[in-house]
């Protein structure tokens, strides 16, 4: 008689994958809205206010769940300050100062590394294993998020003289981004994602509304002056794309880790050009529909299953 062991599962993952893809979604309009708002407010106070509307949010549901604050340890704390730093506070100044230099779309492009990053990262410091098929699936996510990104508008990444700048500060966030997707492991395991989350986004905002006030750009007269496209602009980016998208991204590193829930961040400029179709009337071209297949591909290869583990029983 043989019987067949399983070595990782296919549709208990399933739930996962599908958050994972709404997370994405979610971040896809991210950039958009960063834009939109990088011309009405400083980076700092647009940040600061993205966060503590995050903020308001999660102890909001916190409060209606009737879910207790937890107690972290001291070294939960420190831990909880790394990703505050890095993944909130650091992350958001080069997000914002970053777009004032260039477009969402050449942002978006940089961002697409997210995933050979935190895979690279992931098998420097953590030993985790990156089989060839892994790999392959990484190299194809990306080759096929930059299809997508250049055949929308060539013209959109043409470069200026500052254009540099930009691109080192948006390479800055693939960094603290890596940093807050690494090291969460533990506290997911142990705090659970939605308290990981909300101790993290509550550190980092006390750091950008701190660094913000130190250099008096708190302006809270200006939130007067601003219209509602930018208002919705900030509610998408604070509830929407911090504190729910954190949480479901989060879910996701924790079940499946942080190297197959990165690479589904290579999904954002696909949707952004499925929105821009659906709702903008911009047109699919051949080479967005090659790079969307990319992506897919890409994805479904770097979390393929691997191959069942044959095993004989003689009775």
């Known amino acids: 008689m043989r019987q067949f062991e399983q070595t990782s599962t296919t549709a ?49 549901f916190l409060c209606v769940a009737r879910i207790p604050m937890a107690r972290p340890t001291p070294r939960q704390w420190l831990q909880l300050t790394l990703l505050g730093f890095f993944g909130i ?29 935190i895979g690279l990262a992931s098998w420097m410091l953590f030993k985790e294993r990156l089989s060839r098929l892994k790999v392959m699936g990484i190299a194809i996510c990306i080759a096929g998020a930059s299809l997508v990104i250049v055949s929308r508008n060539p013209q959109l990444l043409a470069t200026t003289a500052d254009a540099w700048i ?18 969460s492991r ?4 142990t705090l659970g ?17 701190a660094l913000a006030l130190v250099r008096g750009e708190l302006n809270w007269p200006a939130l007067l002056e601003l219209g509602t496209p930018q208002w919705l602009s900030l509610v998408y980016l604070g509830v929407l794309g911090s504190a729910l998208a954190y949480i479901g991204y989060y879910d996701g590193i924790r079940k499946i880790g942080a190297t197959r829930s990165g690479v589904f961040i290579a ?44 095993k004989k029983r003689i009775l």
């Open 186 to 189: 533990n506290l997911n395991q």
């Open 166 to 183: 930009g691109d080192l500060l948006i390479f800055g966030c693939v960094l603290g981004w890596g940093v807050y997707s690494l090291f």
């Open 193 to 209: 994602p939605m308290q990981t989350v909300t101790y993290s986004i509550l550190l980092g905002t006390l750091m950008l509304c």
């Open 267 to 310: 999904l954002n400029p696909l949707t952004a050009v499925i929105f821009a179709a659906l709702l903008l009337g911009e047109q699919l071209t051949p080479a967005m529909c090659l790079g969307g297949a990319l992506i897919l591909a890409g994805i479904y290869l770097c979390n393929k299953p691997l191959a069942p583990v044959r």
């Open 89 to 117: 506070f650091f992350y958001n100044l080069c997000f914002f100062y970053g777009l004032r230099y260039i477009n969402a779309s050449r942002a978006s492009l940089i961002v697409a590394l997210n995933p050979a990053v």
């Open 12 to 60: 208990s993952d399933l739930p996962v994958y599908l958050t994972l893809a709404a997370v994405t979604m979610i971040w896809g309009g991210t950039f958009v809205a960063g834009r939109y708002l990088a011309g009405g407010l400083s980076p700092l106070f647009a940040a600061s206010l993205r966060f503590l509307l995050a903020s308001a949010a999660l102890l909001s």
